[in-house]
């Protein structure tokens, strides 16, 4: 089981989930335009609170690192960004779960999350391959995940069904530990533009 660990920098703090921190979040979660893609409609706060109590179950289990996302410059928690599908004999993790409240969207935060998040994984955790996977006709979070500079892999077509029943088709992107140090700097240049 990996080691929990807050990641952070002058812009974000990932801290691991903890049991009640689902209230730290919920003036987020009611607009309803965050579910479209997810697997989950959690714009209720009682379903939200379930999903949020589940990811600490897994997280238990060492299937999910769950990190709640807190801007600095505003003082604001910002949404949830996940380690999960995490293979340590194959050295493979996916970052993934995330979400921020639409005032995080477009913004210094993800960048800074994924920075975090793929350092931990490679030069601390020791990962070679870090994953990243949406909804294919989810096309703000794939230009997000391309601009990270991750190479697309594939499609996974019908594999999951999301809210109200639709059948999901899944692409995959990764970026792989010699990709890395080009992609460090790349996003490291991005987020300098920020500031």
Not at 5 to 18: A, F, Q
């Amino acid at each position: 089981m990996l080691p929990l660990s807050t990641l952070e920098n002058d812009v974000i703090r990932l801290s691991p989930l903890e049991s009640g921190d689902w209230k730290k979040l919920t003036h987020l979660v009611s607009d309803s335009s965050l579910w479209t893609y997810f697997p989950y409609d959690l714009a209720e706060e009682s379903v939200f609170e379930s999903w949020m109590e589940s990811r600490i179950t897994l997280m238990n289990e060492g299937k999910w690192l769950p990190h709640v996302v807190y801007h600095k410059p505003s003082g604001k928690y910002a949404g949830l960004t996940c380690y999960l599908s995490i293979d340590e004999p194959n050295k493979v993790i996916e970052v993934g779960g995330t979400w921020y409240g639409s005032e995080f969207h477009a913004t210094e935060v993800n960048p800074n999350c994924k920075l975090l998040m793929m350092t931990h994984a490679f030069e601390t955790l020791g990962f070679y391959r870090v994953e990243y996977k949406t909804d294919v006709l989810n096309v703000r979070s794939r230009r997000a995940i391309e601009k990270l500079g991750a190479k697309e892999d594939g499609i996974l077509r019908s594999n999951r069904i999301v809210a109200k029943g639709r059948r999901r088709d899944t692409i995959y992107y990764s970026i792989l530990k010699d990709e890395w140090p080009q992609v460090k700097a790349n996003l490291e240049k991005r987020i300098a533009t920020y500031r």
